[in-house]
């Protein structure tokens, strides 16, 4: 019996809006894949881009970076930052030589169940495409 690919993928939630959409979507027991290991930090501001490439390192095949909508940060400019980290990233990626495509910055908020469903499984069809991360 075969089975087929399922991406290892982490998510650094923000506490305050994704991290709560995510439970929203159990607590409404709207589906989404299982593959996710969801990792809850105060901030999407609080992710060094080390974590990311540790994620890597340890054998994610995607990383998954969600927070607050821009000007609803519970630390007033946390999220700002984090675009502008994780735009430094993905040039960083590049001379790796993981895809881009593997991370993924995203806006959820407490209130959107739905919204966090469909993201997790858009990015886990998007990596599942890209295969399994060669080391």
Not at 25 to 36: D, E, F, H, K
Not at 88 to 93: A, E, G, H, M
Request: hydrophobic content about 40%; overall charge positive.
């Amino acid at each position: 019996m075969v089975t087929a690919y399922q991406p290892r993928i982490i998510g650094f939630l923000c506490n305050w809006c994704s991290y709560a959409g995510a439970d929203l979507a159990g607590t409404s027991r709207i589906s989404y894949p299982g593959n996710i290991r969801i990792i809850r930090v105060p901030c999407s501001a609080r992710v060094d881009p080390l974590f990311i490439v540790k994620a890597f390192q340890y054998g994610a095949d995607g990383v998954l970076v969600a927070g607050c909508h821009p000007g609803d940060c519970h630390y007033s400019e946390g999220n700002y930052h984090t675009r502008r980290r994780l735009a430094l990233l993905r040039s960083f990626l590049d001379f790796t030589g993981i895809e881009r495509e593997r991370v993924r910055l995203e806006w959820v908020s407490a209130s959107e169940g739905r919204r966090w469903s469909q993201v997790v499984t858009d990015f886990t069809a998007q990596v599942a495409a890209l295969g399994p991360r060669v080391k």
